[in-house]
C-alpha cells in the first residue's frame, strides 16, 4: 500500500512537471513570435538569429523540464542529473542522438553565425530554388514559386555550394539571348532588343557617372556567337531584384519576339531533312 502511494506521488509530480514544461514551451514560444512580428515591423531587422535562439530557448526549456521529471524517479534519478549537469548535456545529447543529429545542430550554429543567408533570402541549393523560412535547430525551410516548403537538413547544407541572390546587393541581371537568322538585319535586331529593355518599366539604370560620362549605352546588346544555323545575340537587361527580373524577362522575350516579326527578322529553328531510299 505504501509503495502504491509512493509510485502514484512519483507520477503525480512528474505529471506535473510534465504538464507544467508543455505549458511554460507554449508561452514561452508566443511571447517570442509577439517580439518578433514587431521586430519584422522593422524591414531592415535581420530576423535569422532570433529565430534561432527563440528554437534554442524552447528546446533548453524541454530538456530541463525532462530533467527534473527524471529526478523524481529513482531509477533515472542519475540520468536527470546529468541532464541538468553542464558537461552533461553534452555528452547526453551526444549518446542519445544520432551523429547526423548532433551535426545538424552544429551545422544550425554556423549558419546563424557566419550568415551565409538569413531569413527572407532568396537562395539556391541543389537546384532547389526559394526563400528561407525558418532556420531552427535542425534544418532550413525555403518556400518556392509555387508555396511549397523544401526542408533540407543543416548538415547538408554546410557542404554545399549557395547562391543567394540578397546577400549584399539585391539588384538582379537577366541576359537575353536570341538566334537570329543569317539573312536577317543584326543591326536592326540588337536595335530592337536594346529599346524594349530600356522601355520596359522594370529596367534599372545602373550606369555610374563616370559610364555616363564616358557615354556607355544604356542596354548593351552584342553579337555573341555565329552558330551553324543562326546569329547568337545577347543583351543584359537589370531589375532591381529577382522576382522583377524574372517578369522582366519573360515580358521581354514576348515584346522582342512580336517586334521582330514585324521587322521581318527571323529566328531560325531546327531543320532536319530525311531523305527515303527506295
Not at 91 to 111: C, D, E, K, P, R
Not at 166 to 193: P, Q, R, W
Not at 240 to 250: E, H, I, L, R, W
Request: hydrophobic share 45%; with cysteine; charged share 20%.
Amino acid at each position: 500500500m505504501i509503495d502504491y502511494i509512493k509510485d502514484f506521488r512519483i507520477g503525480f509530480f512528474v505529471a506535473i512537471i510534465l504538464i507544467t514544461t508543455i505549458i511554460l514551451g507554449a508561452v514561452t514560444d508566443k511571447i517570442l513570435r509577439y517580439f518578433l512580428y514587431r521586430k519584422l515591423s522593422d524591414k531592415e531587422y535581420d530576423a535569422t538569429g532570433f529565430k534561432f535562439l527563440k528554437h534554442l530557448i524552447i528546446t533548453v526549456i524541454y530538456i530541463l523540464g525532462i530533467a527534473f521529471a527524471l529526478i523524481q524517479i529513482p531509477e533515472f534519478k542519475i540520468i536527470g542529473h546529468s541532464f541538468l549537469a553542464g558537461a552533461g548535456v553534452i555528452s547526453i545529447v551526444a549518446g542519445l542522438a544520432s551523429q547526423q543529429a548532433l551535426s545538424n545542430i552544429v551545422s544550425g550554429i554556423f549558419l546563424v553565425i557566419f550568415k551565409p543567408f538569413r531569413i527572407n533570402d532568396k537562395i539556391t541549393i541543389n537546384n532547389f530554388v526559394g526563400t528561407v523560412e525558418d532556420i531552427n535547430l535542425r534544418q532550413v525551410v525555403l518556400k518556392d514559386a509555387e508555396n511549397n516548403r523544401i526542408i533540407i537538413p543543416n548538415s547538408v547544407i554546410s557542404n554545399q555550394i549557395i547562391v543567394n541572390t540578397n546577400m549584399h546587393d539585391t539588384k538582379c541581371c537577366k541576359i537575353v539571348e536570341i538566334g537570329i537568322g543569317y539573312e536577317s538585319n543584326v543591326e536592326k535586331a540588337l536595335e530592337i532588343m536594346q529599346d524594349e529593355i530600356a522601355k520596359h518599366p522594370l529596367f534599372i539604370d545602373t550606369r555610374t557617372a563616370e559610364n555616363k560620362k564616358q557615354k556607355t549605352p544604356l542596354v548593351v546588346a552584342r553579337v555573341v556567337a555565329l552558330a551553324d544555323s543562326s546569329v547568337t545575340l545577347k543583351a543584359w537587361a537589370w531589375a532591381k531584384n529577382s522576382t522583377d527580373g524574372f517578369v522582366m524577362y519573360c515580358d521581354l522575350l514576348q515584346s522582342i519576339k512580336k517586334r521582330f516579326d514585324e521587322a521581318e527578322i527571323d529566328i531560325p529553328y531546327p531543320q532536319r531533312v530525311v531523305t527515303l531510299k527506295k
